[in-house]
């Protein structure tokens, strides 16, 4: 768990969980399930996020934002399955390519081989053609 949430949990552990075990984290009204029809209403998000200047923020733009500062980290694909509850490497891979920026630093070498094609001496590694098998 990142350290930089420890103290907003803790604080809401504090103010919003019973202290039983199997108390539920985020509680409905009256103690119970937090139904999905009353989200919005409970939690007041369609004001909180107009207020952060967040308008049209979805709830679960936070997991594609938690999975996106995943990806980042340079998280191998197992390890992002396994952090986003997925069993197949689709979601995982959309993730990783969409951070990875790896098509655009790929296009710039190949970029400066081809460029540099002329540079080279006669026999120059530029210019070299690599047959393949």
């Not at 007041?44 to 207020?51: A, G, L, S, T």
Request: avoid cysteine.
């Amino acid at each position: 768990m990142p350290q930089a949430i420890v103290s907003a949990l803790r604080e809401h552990l504090a103010t919003y969980v019973q202290d039983e075990p199997g108390a539920l984290l985020f509680p409905g009204a009256k103690g119970g399930l937090l139904r999905r029809s009353g989200f919005n209403t409970r939690t007041r998000w369609v004001d909180v996020v107009k207020e952060m200047g967040l308008p049209g923020l979805h709830f679960h733009d936070l997991r594609h934002t938690g999975n996106m500062l995943a990806a980042e980290s340079g998280a191998g694909l197992k390890d992002l399955m396994a952090r986003m509850g997925h069993d197949n490497v689709r979601a995982a891979m959309i993730y990783q390519h969409a951070v990875r920026g790896a098509d655009k630093t790929i296009t710039d070498a190949i970029d400066r081989h081809i460029s540099g094609a002329g540079d080279e001496d006669e026999g120059g590694s530029a210019a070299v053609l690599v047959p393949v098998g």
